[in-house]
């Protein structure tokens, strides 16, 4: 395989040498607290880009830029880039490297620092777009937020540790369907587009990783119940998945016998298990919690 960051085909983006530079010179070791893994392979940056469809027009924002590896990428193509970052010595050098490797293209960036999971606001124009190499311990919780954050997104592109993303694109029967595949699939049309191998990271993670894309739904199922209400009996019935719905939403129904109403109105056996039922039947069960009353 040739090196495909060599400085002749890497142009402003960062190669391995230059994201060891940039690193050393930060005095920046990648830590696993914060599940850091720079990219360090331009080609891997421009083929994320594309699978992510980026467009021209597009404003991005990006979790966890690190040294810029993925951010410079996007610029390249972008209108804007916004670039939420927790870390206080990666956030503080982003804009020098930005504005060093893409001075023409600088006064599309911005940075915000601070922790993505309080995120709520961002400057600029609303972000239309969301690509990001997500550190797999924060991915689900991260994902969920910004997409319940801002509607405005449509489209969402992430590189997370292969086994969340066989998660998060998993169907309904499947073993590793879960809370996450149901509350992506509230929001989104969720599918795997792709494998990204372990050496085009500095340093090489211990686990593979994979990207899932997410296109926005035109609206969320249709249902009389909230989001929070949806929300609530997908976690309570994973939260027992081996046990069948008439048991595991017992709490949330206040008795088996009261589940058991809900789910026979809803039109599902309570002898079903949540990992065999849709988004719009959590949507059913939830309207139709206190169907005995």
Known sequence: MTN?????DSGPLLGPADVRELAAALG?????????NFVIDANTVRRIVRTADVRPDDVVVEIGPGLGSL??????????????????VLAAALPSTVAARMPDRA???ELVHSDALRVTELPG??????????????????????????????????MVQSEVADRLAARPGNKVYGVP????????????AGAIGRNVFWPAPNVDSGLVSLV???????????????FAVVDAAFAQRRKTLRAALSGWAGSATAAESALVA???????RGEALTVEEFARIAENKGAAQ
């Open 4 to 8: 495909s960051s060599s400085p002749d």
């Open 28 to 36: 920046v070791r990648p830590t696993k607290q914060r599940g850091q």
């Open 71 to 88: 951010t410079l990428g996007l610029l390249e193509t972008a209108e804007r880039v916004t670039a939420i970052e927790i870390d206080d």
């Open 107 to 109: 006064d599309r960036f």
């Open 125 to 158: 124009p609303a972000p239309t777009a969301l690509v990001a190499n997500l550190p797999y311990n924060v991915a689900v919780p991260v994902l969920l937020h910004m997409l319940a954050t801002f509607p405005t997104i449509d489209r969402v592109l992430v």
């Open 181 to 192: 595949s149901v509350k992506a699939n509230w929001y989104a049309e969720v599918k795997r």
């Open 216 to 230: 926005r739904r035109d609206k969320p199922p249709t249902t009389t119940a909230s989001r929070a209400e949806v």
């Open 266 to 272: 809803a039109g599902i056996a309570p002898q079903a």
